[in-house]
């Protein structure tokens, strides 16, 4: 079996399907999760101009992406934030917690000027391991 023939590429159902990206790219075990930002499946904004429901929004949608391969939050080890408003997102600690109560996975924070749409306020990439 040759390298390309052991890459996944996946959407799963509960996410916005794009069109000039995949959601979960599998090898093996490993899973990288594109960006997630605070759209529902219909690819309609939660939480306009609300930093917490944006956060919460795009761990939800981590969840899904990650339900889709048998993993949970717990299987990520890495995240990379993209915020537009950095004092915005120091404010929502407590919600990492809940979604990580054991411990955060290892994680880069960096503010930008702005994401693919004027109106999202976070962006969070991950890297997990599926179990098995």
């Not at 960006?35 to 956060?55: F, H, K, P, T």
């Not at 899904?64 to 048998?70: D, E, F, P, V, Y």
């Not at 537009?84 to 997102?89: E, F, H, P, V, W």
């Amino acid at each position: 079996m040759n390298s390309a023939e052991e890459i996944q590429h996946i959407n799963p159902e509960g996410l916005m399907q794009p069109i000039a990206y995949t959601h979960v790219v599998r090898h093996n075990n490993l899973l990288f999760l594109s960006g997630q930002v605070s759209v529902d499946a219909e690819g309609n904004l939660i939480g306009e101009g609300d930093m917490r429901a944006q956060v919460r929004q795009v761990l939800e949608n981590m969840k899904t992406a990650l339900a889709s391969q048998g993993a949970d939050l717990s299987r990520i080890v890495k995240i990379t934030i993209y915020t537009t408003d950095m004092d915005a997102y120091l404010t929502t600690g407590d919600i990492s917690r809940e979604y990580w109560p054991a411990g955060a996975p290892a994680n880069t924070l960096v503010q930008i000027q702005r994401l693919a749409r004027p109106d999202f306020l976070v962006e969070i990439d991950s890297t997990a391991i599926a179990p098995g």
